[in-house]
């Protein structure tokens, strides 16, 4: 028999028989999609079809169980979207039923290497010890490169560790991929030589099926200091397998654009430290971005810090990553976050900085703030 | 100036200001993600910049309003995930909000080509006229190669235009895909050379970033008459791609496995006609699977039938594609799926026909129902 993993779902329920029907409904709807009367026995009954092997009332008070159901490793075949696909791919569209925790196994461990730097590395890129990373972004598109590769220079100047593109700077006109990456990546060296800093450049890959993989080699050989992508728009292997690939070096930074769906409802989706942590870890970023509490977005404080620990929880030996919470940050809540986060965190600020008249000086108040 | 193309959102809110208040901020935050004050003069707020068109009452009568905003196809750099970032990137993460419908412009209809065979190519493919689609899924997972191709070979003799792979089969061992794809690819073939049929084999090549477009060429030469993914598993640009690929000639079929939470929380995601509809559409799936209503998913029968609407009306000249209704559906629910859907549908039946002792029969008999 092969090793199982564990998948807790939150199931709506009136009642205990409620749950555990709907329980055993996910154990099939999610292996062998057939109903139970005819699935084979022998292997397919043993080993595939999922297993459930623990239900509870629900610890937050929500109106259902926890129900916890194990699966086999032979039927991930390899494959990190099967896998994810036997987390929740059909039972994501029946609603009540959230994405709790996922409890790992050796063979999900083997499939996920994890991280390539996790935040030691990026703090080792950074050339700082064990204190926040500070991370901003250049914006808004429309802007010609010129004018973007100045903001990435002043951010290197103010003394950010990590400048990274807009998510929504792709291959526009104004400054198209190629041509930005290159004046960026210049930009911020140019910037270091002055200032004695390490500041890396970062630019977003999220693009065409056919042309992601190639823009992550051209960051790199261009001098980037990492690469950006939203895998909740360009599939969710496509971290795995640059942070697999032995020819890609570079830091991996998680966006979190149209994956609001996964978590913002609590009839559907994942529990916050699930998509955010676990999955983004086992995938292999090396940072990953979600909203802060207390910014534009919903997230509560417990959220965000549940996502967090996710990031640095013992898993199986993988390197801890770095949240790195954004979305309305300001200077003024840099006292709040360090209360909250500690020094395991990424500041992600852009708009709040890009508001004031001189940037550079206050990208260089906000690193003062933080590391005061 | 460059064309526009809208989005309408459904805006929870408590009142019309607070409902314009929110739609401001989508327009900022799908654009250009900084503070209304430092939005650059000129290019970048006549262009870029959304702009509020348009605000309704909600005619379905819901707490909020219908927000209509434009956005330049220059922020779309004819980049595909990047329309899809524009459409509801962070937005998808601020509960209530949900995408209602996108109208869109002559550079959007030239980035996305559509489907290239639509349902009209799926039907000459099967040798049909203008009668429903019949398709079914060899499972489950765990069955050996030649079960798998058995099963194959009764589906086609039972009259199934298309017989596709359970979606959760991918490389497993028990079954691995290049194995699969040509044991089955044969025995549909020898049940077409015996019954003088055309079905069609349609293996499921959602699996790792870098295998994906290599499984379809794979699928292509091994002769299948399609291929299936997932999209919000393999990313949303893949079917894009597959599409526009002129090497590439076979029609694709959408699966929705992970999808769920795109669409069942009335409080964020999409409508199920702009999900299951336009964007598949738009992203050149020939078909498209969905849950059938009053099967195993929640889905509205008004849902299914928007879907369906949707994957026929007129949308700049692209292909009209089926849609292909599942989920636990059975014989004795034809009658009511004909009066709902007409002819223009493919009936996804899985199943309920394995659990019939004799399945050629039982495909027949599901055949006649449908021709009836």
Redesign the interface.
């Known amino acids: 028999m092969a090793e199982r993993f564990t998948v807790t779902y939150f199931v709506r329920a009136a009642d205990q028989a409620e749950a555990k029907a709907r329980a055993l ?1 996910i154990a099939l ?1 999610q ?5 139970r ?4 026995k022998g ?2 009954e043993d ?2 079809l999922g297993r459930l092997e623990d239900m509870q009332n629900d610890p937050e008070g929500r109106a259902g169980y926890l129900a916890t159901i194990s699966y086999s490793e ?9 896998f ?3 987390v ?8 009540g039923l959230k994405v709790e925790d996922i409890g790992l196994s050796p063979g999900l461990l083997a499939l996920c290497k994890g991280p390539r730097h996790g935040i030691a590395g990026l703090r080792a890129r950074a050339g700082i010890g064990e204190e926040p990373l500070l991370m901003s972004a250049i ?5 010609p490169t010129v004018a973007l590769a100045r903001l990435a220079r002043d951010f290197a100047l103010g003394g950010m560790h990590y400048v990274k593109d ?3 700077l ?5 400054a198209p991929f190629g041509e930005r990456l290159k004046a960026c990546v210049e930009a911020v060296g140019e910037a270091n030589a002055k200032s004695g800093g390490r500041t890396s450049f970062v630019p977003n890959i ?5 042309a992601i ?1 190639e823009r992550a080699r051209q960051a790199q050989e261009c001098g980037a200091g990492g690469v950006m992508l ?1 895998p909740a ?6 971290v ?2 640059l942070a697999a690939d032995p020819d890609f070096t570079l830091p991996i930074v998680s966006h ?10 609590p ?3 994942f529990s916050h430290r699930t998509f955010y942590g676990t999955l983004h870890r086992l995938m292999g970023a090396d940072a990953v971005i979600y ?1 802060n509490f207390g910014g ?3 997230f509560t404080r417990e959220e965000c810090l549940s996502i967090a620990a996710a990031c640095a929880v013992n898993m199986g030996g993988r390197k801890a990553i770095v949240p790195a919470p954004g ?1 309305g940050m300001t200077v003024a809540r840099v006292p709040e976050m360090r209360d909250a986060y500690g020094n395991d965190v990424m500041y992600l600020i ?3 900085l ?2 004031e008249s001189r940037l550079t000086d206050a990208c260089r108040r906000l690193v003062a703030a933080v590391h005061a």
Chains 1, 2 share one sequence.
Request: net charge negative; glycine share 16%.
């Open positions: 409904d709807e292996t062998v999609e057939i109903p009367s005819v699935v084979p292997y397919v080993e595939i032979d039927d991930v075949g390899g494959d990190f979207l099967q994810l696909n036997i929740f791919g059909n039972s994501s569209i029946k609603p914006k808004p598109v429309g802007l807009d998510h929504g792709v291959d526009q006109k104004p999220t693009g065409p099926a056919t993989i939203a728009l360009a599939g969710y292997d496509v795995r397998a979190p654009a149209f994956s609001g769906a996964n978590v913002v409802s009839d559907c989706g909203p534009r977005f919903g979305g852009g708009g709040a890009l508001q």
